[in-house]
């Protein structure tokens, strides 16, 4: 059954309605959240390796350098000796393809990379940044590597750098997240590069489309029938991992079932990709969220994955410029205020965060500590 454009306008309206009263916050949570962070950035500083990395991975060692650079606290700037380690650490990465990873999950430890570097603001690392960019471009899967829009991993990123049929090589919506937000934070320095060259048109243009190649990807890892050419699409609005599979399994009825992981991380993707808001797949994302808005679980999954969620959630409402979320009830959630409120009564006596569910690597603290103080910072924001 295909949305009606009436349901459309109907949410559409809602959440205009919902961002017009904006709720009032308690200064002295924000206050506690930068305490917890801090005992969370001190857990990071004593995890660091001699070497200047996070468990001896690029990208690992990236995450923990975007949240110490992120919280704004000079004891961890770019400059202080433990993050400029890492920064280096990173940098001893950087491949002649442009790309920045150790061996395996090259686009990913790239993008991630991309994002580190970015954050510190550094101006010796602008060359470097500019390959990284051009390697992620070059790592989407289109005509240049003889996938056209009729192939479902056409507009994404996988593992890999080159597209193919293995689990490292086939485009994802969890890499293509992490690629299109890359892509995004290097767009004013390509600009300044390239008006500094003479080629600011060019440069715009293959941004412009390489969004408009991931849009056909992202519309066909959503559940809505009216804009996923594939036939599996059920119509709830939700994101799957990538066309034709679902980490969440299947519905009842065989669909595939959305969870909140991704439909996060395809809603921040479509708004990088620079779809309106007002666009019915924004929307039906949207409106997929709000009916499960829950910060104790990751909707679909459960504990799996929990961290990852928390962190694509903050990111993805603040892309959205939305203060408050109404649920299916109709019951208003501030969700700065409650995320926040999840994340200090779940840190640890010693300021890590870390999963039971050792699902993606989240049992890791390091990883996960990292997660959750940008998911933190990302809540704090506009307090």
């Not at 400029?84 to 395996?104: C, K, T």
């Not at 590597?145 to 969890?174: C, F, T």
Request: aromatic share 8%.
């Amino acid at each position: 059954m295909r949305r009606t454009s009436r349901v459309v306008v109907s949410v559409a309206l809602l959440l205009t309605m919902a961002a017009a009263r904006a709720p009032q916050r308690d200064p002295s949570m924000l206050l506690e959240s930068k305490a917890a962070m801090a005992r969370g950035l001190a857990y990071l500083k004593g995890a660091q390796r001699e070497d200047g990395s996070f468990q001896g991975h690029p990208a690992i060692t990236a995450l923990a350098v975007t949240a110490m650079v992120g919280s704004g606290d000079p004891d961890h700037g770019p400059r202080s000796p433990h993050v400029a380690r890492a920064l280096g650490y990173i940098r001893a990465h950087a491949r002649p393809d442009g790309g920045i990873y150790a061996g395996m999950y090259p686009s990913y430890s790239t993008s991630v990379c991309t994002m580190a570097l970015v954050e510190a603001g550094l101006p010796e690392d602008r060359e470097l940044l500019a390959r990284a960019r051009t390697f992620l471009l070059g790592a989407q899967a289109d005509e240049s590597e003889g996938v056209g829009p009729e192939n479902i991993q056409y507009g994404g990123w996988g593992y890999e750098s080159q597209a193919g049929q293995d689990e490292m090589h086939r485009a994802d919506l969890s890499n293509t997240q992490f690629a299109l937000e890359a892509i995004r934070a290097l767009e004013a320095i390509a600009e300044e590069d390239a008006a500094a060259a003479g080629t600011g048109r060019g440069e715009q243009t293959r941004t412009e489309l390489a969004y408009e190649r991931a849009i056909t990807y992202l519309s066909r890892c959503q559940n809505l029938e009216a804009t996923n050419d594939q036939p599996w699409a059920g119509n709830d609005g939700g994101f799957v991992y990538r066309p034709g599979e679902s980490k969440a399994g299947e519905d009842p009825d065989g669909g595939l079932r959305s969870y909140a992981g991704m439909t996060y991380a395809g809603l921040k993707s479509m708004i990088y990709a620079r779809l309106p808001r007002n666009d019915p797949r924004v929307v039906a994302a949207w409106e997929w969220a709000c009916r499960h808005w829950d910060v104790t679980l990751n909707p679909g999954l459960g504990e799996q994955g929990l961290y990852y969620y928390y962190l694509t959630m903050a990111r993805a409402l603040n892309a959205m410029e939305e203060e408050v979320i109404v649920d299916a009830a109709g019951r208003r959630h501030d969700w700065r205020v409650e995320l926040t409120g999840q994340l200090l009564k779940i840190q640890r006596a010693d300021g890590s965060w870390a999963n039971e569910n050792g699902r993606w690597m989240e049992q890791m603290p390091e990883l996960v500590t990292a997660y959750s103080l940008l998911a933190l910072q990302h809540a704090g924001r506009g307090w």
